[in-house]
């Protein structure tokens, strides 16, 4: 045989061993089951949440946080750590359409998932929409503690001292101290002396300064603010503090808020405008709303 036709001969034993290598691997990968997500799974997702109007209120992608120019909700929080999320799928830890859109995802799939409020963070609260008036009365004279007055002042503690109101931003003085026994200063009483018809703005609308009282309740004295705020405009929770605090189903949201309790939110929105009064939506920004999810399958394990 010569050596030419036995090249020949070694050539097609090679291409038909290649073959039927490669068929025998592609049989074997075909009948390979491909995992989906079922009840009780371990998965791990990357995900970003989006409302309607496609404003992310939550993502797990650091890029898409960091991104300025993709449009975040007024509740979306950065996180000092970014990584995929886990959880068992059924296990209750995520809300009902999340956990149940996830099903018969595959590894490396990605999946849009509408999530309706009922499926998601439930309805809106009726008792967190606050109705305030749109008139505030201020003390005229406001008495704090010494560690009050060096938290929000540095000046040194003196009758008639002049100074800028740490939170209002108009002129205060101080009227009187109060000493323990010992000489120490136990509280001081300031003198809030605001301009009246003027204009200050610590809510993120303008407030009017429409009356400056000084014998007012048997000479207690007040300032009668006047606001004019517009829908949509944010309050945090700081800001709570200072607004309408006189008002009773205010003093619950605030009680709530500052004990963490997670179904009211720390940041109000004002819903509604009316005549002479508004009000302020305490509802987290979630409740209440359809919620539009991008989730990628990155691993599914199962015990």
């Known amino acids: 045989m010569s050596k030419k036709i036995l090249g020949i001969i070694v050539v097609i034993i090679i291409i038909v061993s290649s073959v039927a290598a490669y068929w025998y691997t592609q049989k074997k990968e075909e009948k390979k089951p491909v995992m989906i997500v079922k009840i ?36 979306f929080k950065p996180k000092s750590f970014y990584s995929p999320l886990k959880f068992i799928v059924g296990s209750g830890r995520m809300i009902k359409g999340f956990d149940e859109g996830v099903l018969n995802m595959t590894v490396g799939e ?3 998932i509408n999530v309706t409020a009922e499926d998601g963070y439930g309805l809106s609260h009726d008792d967190l929409f606050i109705n305030i008036s749109k008139n505030q009365s201020v003390p005229l004279f406001e008495t704090i503690t010494k560690e009050e007055y060096d938290n929000h002042y540095s000046e040194n503690i003196t009758i008639g001292m002049p100074m800028t109101h740490y939170f209002w931003g108009w002129k205060v003085s101080i009227f009187d101290i109060n000493y323990y026994d010992d000489g120490t200063v136990r509280n001081i009483t300031m003198w809030n002396n605001p301009d009246l018809n ?26 009668l603010l006047q606001h004019n705020p517009a829908e949509n405009i944010t309050v945090n929770k700081e800001k709570t503090e200072f607004l309408m605090i006189d008002n009773e189903a205010l003093n ?4 709530q808020i500052n004990i963490g309790n997670s179904s009211v939110s720390d940041i109000g929105i004002v819903s509604r405008v009316d005549t002479g009064t ?19 399958i990155i691993s599914i394990s199962r015990g």
């Open 40 to 75: 009780g799974d371990l998965v791990e997702v990357n995900y970003t949440g989006r409302f309607t109007n496609g404003t992310v209120f939550d993502t797990s992608i650091e890029s898409v946080a960091n991104d300025e120019n993709i449009t975040k909700s007024y509740s």
């Open 110 to 112: 990605t999946r849009i």
């Open 198 to 223: 003027s204009t200050i703005n610590v809510f993120g609308w303008n407030s009017t300064i429409i009356e400056k009282d000084s014998s007012y309740h048997g000479g207690e004295g007040r300032i």
């Open 252 to 255: 619950y949201v605030v009680s």
């Open 278 to 296: 508004f009000t302020i939506d305490y509802n987290p920004e979630v409740v209440g709303k359809t919620l539009i999810f991008e989730v990628t």
